[in-house]
């Protein structure tokens, strides 16, 4: 299962971005998609969780402001951040629990980051 993320970009504090992140490979289901992030000289932190039942769960931080979705006949998940401020910036990773064809159990995925800069 490979995951591609995209979307992130310079945009100016207060302004918007959405990420999205697309799964490949032989997938037989998706259980949970999450997306994380991770500033320089910071430790990884969940912000945003939606699971198969498409129950959400955001990071405080993030609350009222960003907002998880998913497409599950594309494999897909979203992430519309709003009101973006300067200290939302940082590497964006999506990451989902999958089982993929041929495996007996699911196992944790990891896209490879995108940029997201929030700044005047």
């Known amino acids: 299962v490979q995951l591609q993320a995209s979307g992130g970009g310079l945009v100016q504090p207060g302004g918007s971005l959405s990420l999205s992140c697309a799964a490949s490979?032989?997938?037989?289901?998706?259980?949970?998609w999450n997306w994380y992030r991770q500033a320089p000289g910071k430790q990884r932190e969940l912000v945003a969780a939606?699971?198969?039942?498409?129950?959400?769960n955001y990071a405080d931080s993030v609350k009222g402001r960003f907002t998880i979705s998913r497409d599950n006949a594309k494999n897909t998940v979203y992430l519309q951040m709003n009101s973006l401020k300067p200290e939302d910036t940082a590497v964006y990773y999506c990451?989902?629990?999958?089982?993929?064809?041929?495996?007996?159990?699911?196992?944790?995925?990891w896209g490879q980051g995108t940029l997201v800069t929030v700044s005047s």
């Open positions: 939606i699971n198969s039942h498409g129950i959400t």
């Open positions: 990451n989902c629990y999958a089982k993929k064809g041929g495996s007996a159990w699911f196992s944790y995925y």
């Open positions: 490979g032989s997938i037989i289901s998706i259980n949970d």
